[in-house]
């Protein structure tokens, strides 16, 4: 079982606090259609046999597409790719493109899963990190996508959004909840230095995220969460019973994954490979039939500690025996010493040869993770 994902690198407008590759003209969006769909018949041999139970459209800002411009990229997947009976086909929308006309294009694509970028309901930080949408846009594309036949919504929110209290975020759970999406994915603001925030951060205008603010809002969500009965299956989603993202699961479980577009990443169990993260070059290589890519080369190393910080952000845990066998490596031996005096702290347990860590451990998650990493032999 493999993944296929679609990048469809154009937005409206430049978010504040977004590092993603994307272009704001939307001029080449056709020519950008076509290319896909032209990278999608070039790899149709990337992932072997294997058949794809998922497939992605990130960006960028997907639900900028047409009617006609999905039309021509679904014929080309089911003509090129052995797609499974029960697919699951996701695409990323921003809410004031959801109106319904667009969603009942995209249904009648095949799109079964719609990822909504809502981030908050609340207009003052709707504002404040550039979104382009408004809080009652966002709730009522959650309704028309449920009137338009939708029965798989996650939506993303945003918490750490600076504040004198938790209030704004206790609201924003609220709503969420009331819309009872069947998937949440939540992420903490970060101020990377590509941004217009991180812009702010080096003149001063604004300051970095208070770490002890955003550990109390994580804290509020996992409550919320855990007493809505949404579990969480990693540290940043959370999902009803049955409802994990697919395409998510398959980058931390290790599967295969062919990405098209541009920036979009590849991995076929022997090698990865990224595209140019560039819409000119892109389009001008694909133009001259040459899909502009780098490979790109772990060492044994890199990938057992892509796979200590990737597994260890899950509720099935890192595995020892995937990590003894596949890479001869063992971490309880390892890392014995510190892996008693973290057990000790209530950071992480051990259940059935799996490493998992507890809500106190996930707060700590990266640098746990970072702590266990192993390191090259001289
Ligand atoms: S957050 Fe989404 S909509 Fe905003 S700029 Fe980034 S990719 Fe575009």
């Given at each position: 079982?493999?993944?296929?994902?679609?990048?469809?690198?154009?937005?409206?407008?430049?978010?504040?606090?977004?590092?993603?590759?994307?272009?704001?003209?939307?001029?080449?969006?056709?020519?950008?259609?076509?290319?896909?769909?032209?990278?999608?018949?070039?790899?149709?041999?990337?992932?072997?046999?294997?058949?794809?139970?998922?497939?992605?459209?990130?960006?960028?800002?997907?639900?900028?597409?047409?009617?006609?411009?999905?039309?021509?990229?679904?014929?080309?997947?089911?003509?090129?790719?052995?797609?499974?009976?029960?697919?699951?086909?996701?695409?990323?929308?921003?809410?004031?493109?959801?109106?319904?006309?667009?969603?009942?294009?995209?249904?009648?694509?095949?799109?079964?899963?719609?990822?909504?970028?809502?981030?908050?309901?609340?207009?003052?930080?709707?504002?404040?990190?550039?979104?382009?949408?408004?809080?009652?846009?966002?709730?009522?594309?959650?309704?028309?996508?449920?009137?338009?036949?939708?029965?798989?919504?996650?939506?993303?929110?945003?918490?750490?959004?600076?504040?004198?209290?938790?209030?704004?975020?206790?609201?924003?759970?609220?709503?969420?909840?009331?819309?009872?999406?069947?998937?949440?994915?939540?992420?903490?603001?970060?101020?990377?230095?590509?941004?217009?925030?991180?812009?702010?951060?080096?003149?001063?205008?604004?300051?970095?995220?208070?770490e002890d603010?955003a550990a109390e809002?994580f804290e509020?969500?996992l409550?919320?969460?855990y007493?809505?009965?949404?579990d969480q299956y990693e540290i940043s989603?959370?999902?009803?019973?049955?409802?994990?993202?697919?395409?998510?699961?398959?980058?931390w479980k290790d599967?295969?994954?062919?990405?098209?577009?541009?920036?979009?990443?590849?991995?076929?169990?022997?090698?990865?490979?990224?595209?140019?993260?560039?819409?000119?070059?892109?389009?001008?290589?694909?133009?001259?039939?040459?899909?502009?890519?780098?490979?790109?080369?772990?060492s044994r190393e890199d990938q057992i500690n892509e796979y200590i910080l990737t597994s260890l952000r899950t509720k099935w845990g890192c595995s020892l025996d995937l990590l003894k066998e596949k890479y001869g490596v063992d971490l309880l031996m390892e890392h014995r010493d510190y892996l008693n005096k973290i057990s000790l702290q209530d950071l992480i347990y051990e259940d059935e040869r799996h490493l998992i860590l507890t809500d106190s451990g996930k707060l700590l998650a990266d640098k746990l993770a970072s702590d266990l990493f192993i390191e090259a032999e001289e």
């Open positions: 079982m493999a993944g296929l994902y679609l990048h469809v690198p154009f937005c409206k407008k430049a978010c504040h606090y977004c590092d993603f590759h994307f272009t704001q003209s939307l001029k080449q969006i056709d020519e950008m259609v076509d290319a896909l769909c032209l990278e999608l018949e070039m790899q149709s041999e990337f992932l072997g046999k294997d058949s794809i139970y998922t497939i992605y459209f990130g960006g960028g800002t997907p639900s900028l597409l047409e009617h006609q411009h999905l039309k021509k990229i679904m014929k080309v997947i089911q003509y090129e790719y052995d797609l499974a009976s029960n697919i699951e086909i996701t695409l990323e929308a921003n809410p004031d493109d959801l109106s319904p006309e667009r969603l009942e294009a995209f249904y009648s694509n095949g799109i079964n899963r719609l990822s909504i970028g809502i981030q908050s309901f609340h207009n003052e930080n709707l504002e404040w990190m550039n979104r382009q949408h408004t809080g009652d846009e966002a709730i009522e594309a959650v309704l028309n996508a449920r009137q338009a036949g939708f029965e798989n919504i996650s939506i993303d929110l945003i918490y750490a959004v600076p504040a004198v209290d938790h209030s704004i975020w206790e609201a924003d759970l609220k709503q969420a909840i009331r819309l009872r999406p069947e998937h949440i994915s939540s992420y903490c603001l970060t101020i990377e230095p590509r941004t217009a925030f991180g812009k702010w951060l080096e003149k001063g205008r604004i300051q970095e995220i208070d603010f809002q509020i969500l409550d919320t969460m007493r809505h009965g949404y989603n959370f999902a009803q019973p049955g409802y994990e993202s697919r395409h998510n699961s398959a980058y599967e295969k994954y062919l990405g098209i577009g541009p920036s979009a990443h590849s991995y076929n169990g022997k090698f990865r490979k990224a595209n140019v993260a560039n819409n000119a070059k892109y389009l001008k290589g694909m133009e001259e039939g040459k899909i502009p890519f780098e490979v790109i080369t772990l």
